[in-house]
Each structure stands twice: as C-alpha cells, then as structure tokens.
C-alpha cells in the first residue's frame, strides 16, 4: 500500500524558516517524480514545487523561487521541503504527492504550516 | 492567480448530470494531458480522472472527461449526495514550467 507520510509542520514567525519531511513506502521511491502542492486555508491548490527521481531536475512555482528547496533521499524514501523566508502568504495545509501513473495519483493526508507573529 | 479557469459552483437534482469546464491556453491545456481532483472539505484531493479521460481503477464510470483544444470537461451523471466536493482540473505549463490547477469548482445536489 502506497504511504506518504508528511511532519514538521507548525507555527513559525514572518521571516522563519520550517522544514518539511515526508515519509514514503508501499512502492519504488527512487523511481518516481515526487511534488508539494500546497492549499491556503478556504483557497484552491496551488502546486509548489516537484523534483526528479535523481534529485536533480526541480521545477518551482514563482512565489517561492529563492526562498523554498525540495530534495530527496532516495536511500531514506524520504522527500523535504526547506522553506525560508515565511511569509502570511505561504499559510497552508502542504501535500506530499506523487505521480506512479499519470495525474498526482497518491497523496499525504497534509502538514499545517502557519506563519504568524 | 490561476492560468485555468472553472466556473466557481455548479449544481443539480439528484440523479442529474452536471458538467465541470476548465478552459486554458496553448501552453497548458492545449498540448498536454489533463487529470481531475476532487475533494471533500478537510481531506486530501483525490485523482479521478487522468490523460484527460481516463478513470483511475476505483473510480465510477459515472465520472468522465474529454479535452478539446485548450478546454477540458468533467462529466458526473446520476448525481449523489456523496458527490458533493470541490472538483478541480490540473495540467503542466510548458511556459511556466510548473504544473497548474484550476481555480476550482463547488459541486452541490439541490
């Protein structure tokens, strides 16, 4: 069965930095396109940001280039999200998602991240 | 703001059909697949449909899509209650390099 298990979320002040993990199992970590997907609170979802199986190709939307960088450790079946920078703006439930198919096929059940003074 | 639009509500009697459009561009829609989500309140959206008009396994054949041009629709025939959720369209944007999803629809059975 397909897990994808989502931590370290929480409150963190404007101008803080969080990290967020993502434990996956239930099929070939390393094979697989991995992607954050975001959704602020009463907002639609905005896809954040995803990165290639060797960890090396990464796309990101425009509100979080040079603040936000995704990474992987395939040999943990582990994805991240380092965020810096924290605005109001970036408050929101963030997914871990992946693709075995086609379309973002599995999802986590969403880590809270609340930026607030 | 996003680069694929939904009509923000749709709605029917049970048993209905209604449909979802989400229009784009040639960047977007125009020369890629498109996948479907729905999502009901507090929880994790759910792939329903994908390459623009396949169901996943699991999926109702109640649910359907087709894409023509740089527009997509979601079909739901023999409307439930239980189908009450947000339904929203997603697809990459070769010009932003970034996968996008629409703005979102509200699906409510009168």
């Known amino acids: 069965e397909v897990q994808l298990v989502e931590s370290g979320g929480g409150l963190v002040q404007p101008g803080g930095s969080l990290r967020l993990s993502c434990a996956a199992s239930?099929?070939?970590?390393?094979?697989?396109?991995m992607t954050w997907v975001r959704q602020a609170p009463g907002r639609g979802l905005e896809w954040v940001a995803n990165i290639k199986k060797d960890g090396i190709e990464k796309y990101y939307v425009d509100s979080v280039k040079g603040r936000f960088t995704i990474s992987r450790d395939n040999a943990k079946n582990s994805l991240f999200l380092q965020m810096n920078n924290l605005r109001a703006e970036d408050t929101a439930v963030y997914y871990c998602s992946t693709s075995l198919a086609s379309g973002i096929d599995y999802w986590g059940q969403g880590s809270l991240v609340t930026v607030s003074s | 703001q996003s680069v694929l639009t939904q009509p923000p509500s749709v709605s029917a009697a049970p048993g209905q059909k209604v449909t979802i459009s989400c229009s784009g561009s040639s960047s977007n829609i125009g020369n890629n697949y498109v996948s479907w989500y729905q999502q009901f309140p507090g929880t994790a959206p759910k792939l329903l449909i994908y390459?623009?008009?396949k169901r996943p396994s699991g999926i109702p054949d109640r649910f359907s899509g087709s894409k023509s041009g740089t527009s997509a629709t979601l079909g739901i025939t023999g409307l439930q209650t239980g189908d009450e959720a947000d339904y929203y369209c997603?697809?990459?944007?070769?010009?932003?390099?970034?996968?996008?999803f629409g703005t979102g629809t509200k699906v409510t059975v009168l």
């Open positions: 390459d623009s008009d």
């Open positions: 997603g697809t990459w944007d070769n010009s932003l390099t970034a996968y996008v």
């Open positions: 239930g099929f070939a970590f390393s094979n697989y396109w």
